[in-house]
C-alpha cells in the first residue's frame, strides 16, 4: 500500500529531515513528529506541516514546545510513552522510524502492533531485537520497508526475483568510511574531528563514527540478515570508496544485480515510501561517464574489528547482537565525548560480547537488561 499519512519519529536527524523533504515532494501528509530535544526545529516542522501529534523525549523541552505550539491544534506529549503514542498514531499508515540507536526498538514495536508500515532507517531496532521485531511483524502482517541505503538497494534488486531458492548472496557496499588504508597504529592517534569528516556521506554524528570503525557494516550485516531471511555467510562485505554501487545481490546462475545511483537518502527514503512505484526525485542524475571508474576492495578486517565482532554476534545469537549494540553506543558516545580513543571501540564492544550469555529466545524486558549491563560494563 502506497504512503498517503506518515509519522516520522526522529524528525529532526539527518534522515528525519530529508523525510520530510520526501514529504513536501510527494505531498504527503504529516500527522506526527518526535525528537528528543531539539524544541526549535520542531515546532517550525511542526507548524509547517500542520501536524496532529509532536513528542519530545525531553520532559523539560516538552513543557516548553507547550507553550510555544500553544497557538495551533498541535497536541504536545513527552517521555518515551508520548514518542510511542506518536507511533502510533491512528490516522498514519505509515511510521518512518529515524531515530538513533536502540531507543527506536519500543517505538518500532508500538507501531507494528498498531499495523502501520514501518520505512525502518533506525538499524539498531533489528541489530538489538531482530527476533522479537520479525516476529511481530509476521504476526500483525505488518511490511518493514528497508531505508538503509544498502538495504533499499538489496530491496530493489530483489523485485523480480523468480524463487525463495534463486538468491545466492548478498553483496554488501561499504564506503571505507574517513580512515580506509590506515594501519592500527595510525588509528590509536586520530581524532573526533577526522572520524566525523565522511568522504561520501553526510549523516549523524553516532553512525559518522560507526561508519569509521566500520561497525556500522556490521550492524547492516545483521540487519541484512533479519530483513532478507539470509545466513551471515551468505553476505559478502566489499570497500567501494565511491558509494555509487548501493549493493547487489548474486543468483543462483551467477548473474549479479546491483543498485546505483548518486549517495543521497533521499531515493531510498522515496522509494520505501513509494514502493512499489517509483516517482521523480529531487536527487541528481548518475552519469557513470563523469564518474569514470568505480572500485572494490576487500576489507581490513584486522584493522577494522568491529565488522567480525558483529558476525560473531549473529552467530551465538539470543542476546548477543543486543549487547554488542548497546556496548557500541556507549564506546561511540564516550569517543565523541573525548573520554576513549577510537580503537577502545572495538575492544570494549568485544569484552561486553565474551561477557553475554548465550541464550535463544529473549523479550523486550531481556534486551532492556543486557543494554544496562552492556552499557555499564564499558563505562568502567
Ligand atoms: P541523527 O542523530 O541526525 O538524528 C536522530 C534523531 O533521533 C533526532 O531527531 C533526535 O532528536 C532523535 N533521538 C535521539 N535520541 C533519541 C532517543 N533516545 N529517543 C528518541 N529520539 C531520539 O541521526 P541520523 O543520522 O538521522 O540517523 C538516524 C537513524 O538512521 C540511525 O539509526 C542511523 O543508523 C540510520 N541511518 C542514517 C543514515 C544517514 O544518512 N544519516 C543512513 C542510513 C541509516
Ligand atoms: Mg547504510
Known sequence: MATKNI??????????????????????SVKALTAFSSVKEI???????????????????????KIKL??????????????CECAG?????????????????????TAIGAKKKIALANKETLVAGGRLVMGEAEKNGVRILPVDSEHSAIFQCLQGKPSNRALKKIILTASGGPFFGKTAQELKSVTVENALKHPNWSMGAKITIDSATMMNKGLELIEAVWLFSVKPEDIEIVVHRESIVHSAVEYDDNSVIAQLGLPDMRIPIQYALTYPERFESPVGELSLSKIGKLSFFEPDYET????????????????????????????????????????DIAERVQEVLERTPVCDEYTFDDVMEIDKFAREYVMR
Open 7 to 28: 509519522s516520522i519519529l526522529g524528525s529532526t536527524g539527518s534522515i528525519g529531515k530529508q523525510s520530510l523533504d520526501v514529504c513536501r515532494k510527494c505531498g504527503y
Open 43 to 65: 515546532e517550525n516542522q511542526a507548524r509547517e506541516f500542520k501536524v496532529q501529534t509532536v513528542a519530545l523525549v525531553d520532559e523539560n523541552s516538552a513543557k516548553e514546545l
Open 70 to 83: 500553544a497557538d495551533t491544534d498541535t497536541k504536545v506529549l513527552s517521555g518515551v510513552d508520548g514518542v
Open 89 to 109: 498514531t491512528e490516522s498514519a499508515d505509515t511510521v518512518l522510524n529515524a531515530i538513533v540507536g536502540m531507543a527506536g526498538l519500543k517505538p518500532t514495536l
Open 304 to 343: 577494522f574489528k568491529c565488522i567480525n565482532i558483529c558476525k560473531n554476534a549473529i552467530n551465538k545469537g539470543g542476546l548477543c547482537t543486543a549487547a554488542v549494540n548497546s556496548a557500541n553506543e556507549q564506546a561511540n558516545l564516550m569517543f565523541r565525548q573525548g573520554k576513549i580513543g577510537f580503537l
